[in-house]
């Protein structure tokens, strides 16, 4: 998956709803998915998310898979989004 494909949605994603707004708050405090993927399985679950202010909240619209997990991708271009897309 390109890097486009991944950070266009997520920058429209945090752009807008109340949830995502939680998530930039985060911004500075926000770990790298290997810190969040707790269980180093390659994924973060809506539990390991918990750890993240406001990834909960933007989980199944960051999951643009719909595999019920957050891939590096998919983390990555939530962290970029929220760092006003670099």
Do not use: C, R
């Not at 790298?32 to 993927?37: E, I, T």
């Not at 180093?40 to 997990?69: C, K, M, P, R, Y």
């Amino acid at each position: 998956m390109t890097l486009s494909k991944t950070l266009i949605p997520a920058l429209i994603l945090l752009s807008g709803s109340g949830g995502a707004m939680a998530a930039e708050e985060s911004i500075e405090t926000m770990p790298s998915f290997s810190q969040v993927d707790a269980d180093q399985n390659g994924g973060i679950s809506t539990t390991e998310a918990q750890a993240v202010h406001g990834l909960v909240e933007v989980f199944a619209q960051a999951d643009f898979n719909t595999d019920g997990w957050l891939n590096q991708g998919e983390y990555t271009a939530i962290q970029q989004a929220s760092e006003g897309g670099t």
